[in-house]
């Protein structure tokens, strides 16, 4: 396989808004199972020093999910609602529960690009430029490119 673009992550300058893209040797079907699929998203999601255990899943329009990160024993919570599920678009919100008032709005597109090929964006929408610069500094693209790369990894073993 040859190797992947990593994830493109950029600041709006007008917006307190985060976009990712990232381009997969995958089809747009094996792509939205992962996100989908509680089993196979706990397998891959985040930083590799961290194990995820999923509370909560309901992956269709109107459901929820809530899982935990765990490390060395420590347990960081996450949540949110399934706002729309489709095929080529999910639309949720994500919480920290560290943070509660930060709740953001996020967009994920699986563009099929041809050839076993896709191209995954995503949009964060957060309510204050603070909040998003906040994320960006937290180190976040870490656990994107760690998650990302497992998620590769998964594809090319067939799990996905």
Sequence with gaps: MDRITETAIEADPRLPVI??????????EQL???HTDPALFARWV????????????????????RYASVHDGTEYWFRGCFHEVRPDRIVQTFTFEGEPDGVALETLWFED????????RTQSL???FEGRDAWLRSGME??????YAKLERMIIDGAV
């Design 19 to 28: 976009r990712m893209s990232r381009d997969f040797a995958a089809r747009p």
């Design 32 to 34: 939205f199972r992962a």
């Design 46 to 65: 985040g930083p590799d020093a961290m194990a995820t255990r999923i509370e909560h899943w309901d992956a269709s329009t109107g459901g929820s999910w």
């Design 113 to 120: 690009l041809g050839d076993g090929r896709t191209r995954l």
């Design 126 to 128: 957060v309510d204050s």
């Design 142 to 147: 870490v656990g994107v490119n760690e998650g």
